[in-house]
């Protein structure tokens, strides 16, 4: 087998890898390299160019109340870091909706009786809101009322988790929409007080002109102005552990040799139960029984060149509607006109939330096409004979699952990945965390931080992202 061996070796080009490679450039440690399956970088924020236009891996807002990244976002792409003024709909019952919701619209497409239901049933649950919710069902309930739950909440919620909302912990409710009732529904679209706003609220967010991915591309360019090095189409086949260490990272370079890397620290953005999996060292029965029990959401994508401009004004809508599976319908002409590399065509994508043992995950991906196409057209979005070109995307572990009772086994996880004297856990799937880009880059940072004894350091990387507020440096 072949030997290469390093200072920090980072598993992962996504937000987190690089993050972590550029602090540790940044701090003069040169003899890094990166490990990443894909061509490109990015992971799941990259953004691939496809019959001359450009897709993303589902649509991806740049949006963060961390100081730092928006700092180090607008440093790197500079004018090519655009604001984009959101229009997001959802697509329920026939009806598109606006969201954010505002009352008006909403008012006029529901009519004046449902709406008196809905105010009914918000005030029956805030007067009945006694104990702490524990579903995500209870916790939208108390914050919003049964009805507008079932009108706005619930399908598309059970479409993305592929279970029932009585079966989803409230800590994902809390998590990404703390601070939002609809009280702060009202006051935001009546614009009435100041302060924050929850983040899916937010009307305004920024986009790379040429896709999430150039983000990336530049901090990957940054990493190798500096002398790091990164291997793509590289997978990491095997941890090789033992004394409570890593000995060294099996990976499968693009030849289908196997290399046998060797580093000071490993700082692993790959999924934290793969490690486990991956590992050729002992694993604790109790612990193999937490990684067990943890599983993901996985993702389908279906990308669409349409000969078409001008499809519809949305960045994206969300598909409530049970009758098709879709879950998702972005356009990224709305995101920014470069997306289309000048040509008057229009990239879409669909998207599909399922999980890898399911029938749909196995199709071929032409009748993924087929489906996909007939939905579109099934919902008037689209007249299928303007689809040029189809291709479809299916990633793995998308989706931290915080299924009702999952957190007993997290727990036992994070304790026991925290033995490994010389890994670093980071990321969103690394971490079993609902992060966005923002949260995944803080935690690169910071474990690259930790590592160099920064000022400040250590810093607890498991609180990024605890509490909507936590979005500075990181808490000592
Ligand atoms: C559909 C969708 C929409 C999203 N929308 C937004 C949004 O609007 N705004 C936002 O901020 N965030 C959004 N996100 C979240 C965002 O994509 C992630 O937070 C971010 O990409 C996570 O970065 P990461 O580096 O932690 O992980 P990843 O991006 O997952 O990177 C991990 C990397 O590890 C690599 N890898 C995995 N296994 C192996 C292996 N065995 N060998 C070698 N390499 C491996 C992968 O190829 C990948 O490149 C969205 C995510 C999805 C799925």
């Known amino acids: 087998m072949k030997q290469r061996s ?19 450039v940044a701090n003069g440690i040169e003899d890094v390299l990166i490990i990443d399956r894909h061509p490109i970088v990015g992971g799941l924020s990259r953004t691939v160019e496809k019959g001359g236009a450009l897709f993303d891996i589902g649509p991806h807002r740049f949006f963060s109340r961390n100081r730092e990244i928006r700092g180090l976002w607008h440093e790197l792409l500079g004018d090519d870091f655009l604001p984009v003024n959101r229009l997001t709909r959802i697509y329920y019952k026939k009806k598109f909706f606006k969201y954010p919701i505002k009352p008006f619209d909403s008012l006029a497409k529901i009519g004046p009786a449902a709406a008196l239901a809905a105010l009914v049933s918000y005030i029956r ?13 209870q916790w939208i309930v108390q914050h919003f009322g049964r009805r507008l739950f079932e009108t706005f909440f619930k399908t598309y919620t059970e479409k993305v988790w592929g279970i029932a909302c009585n079966r989803i912990g409230a800590d994902w409710a ?32 920024d986009y790379p002109r040429k896709g999430a991915g150039q983000m990336y591309q530049a901090l990957a360019e940054r990493v190798l102005d500096a002398g790091g090095d990164i291997w793509l189409k590289t997978r990491v086949e095997k941890f090789s552990v033992a004394d409570e260490r890593i000995k060294a990272v099996i990976v499968r370079d693009p030849d ?7 580093a000071d620290h490993y700082f692993n953005s790959l999924p934290l139960t793969f490690f486990y999996q991956a590992m050729d060292g002992y694993v604790d029965k109790t612990v193999g ?45 709305n995101f920014s006109t470069h997306m289309c590399g000048g040509k008057p065509k229009t990239p879409i994508s669909v998207e599909y939330f399922v999980f890898k043992d399911e029938e749909l995950f196995q199709w071929p991906d032409s009748d993924i096409i087929e489906l996909a196409t007939e939905e579109i057209e099934r919902l008037g979005l689209l007249n299928p004979q303007a689809i040029e070109q189809c291709w479809v995307v299916k990633e793995t572990e998308c989706y931290p699952t915080y299924y009702l009772g999952f957190q007993p086994y997290y727990q036992a996880v994070c304790r ?21 880009q923002d949260h995944s880059m803080a935690s690169g940072l910071l474990a690259a931080r930790n590592y160099v004894g920064a000022e400040g350091s250590p810093y607890d990387l498991w609180q990024i992202n605890v509490d909507a507020e936590y979005h500075e440096a990181g808490r000592r």
């Open 256 to 262: 289908g040799q196997q290399v046998s890397i060797k």
């Open 174 to 205: 809390s998590q990404r929409i703390k601070g939002l009732d609809l009280i702060q529904v009202a006051k935001s679209a009546f614009r009435i007080g100041g302060g924050s706003q929850a983040k899916t609220l937010v009307e305004q967010f």
């Open 289 to 333: 029984k937490s990684v067990e029990a943890l599983y993901y959401r996985d993702h389908i994508t279906v990308d669409m060149l349409v000969d078409r401009q001008k499809l519809f004004p949305d960045q994206w809508i969300y598909i409530h509607s049970q009758d098709v599976k879709m879950a998702r319908i972005a356009n990224y002409t």
């Open 416 to 436: 026991d990945i925290e033995r490994y004297a010389n890994l670093t856990q980071m990321g969103r799937a690394g971490m079993f965390k609902y992060n966005n």
């Open 125 to 137: 649950a805030r007067l009945g809101a006694k104990e702490e919710p524990k579903t995500f069902e």
């Open 6 to 24: 390093c200072q920090c070796c980072v598993l992962g080009a996504g937000p987190a890898g690089l993050s972590a490679a550029f602090e540790l």
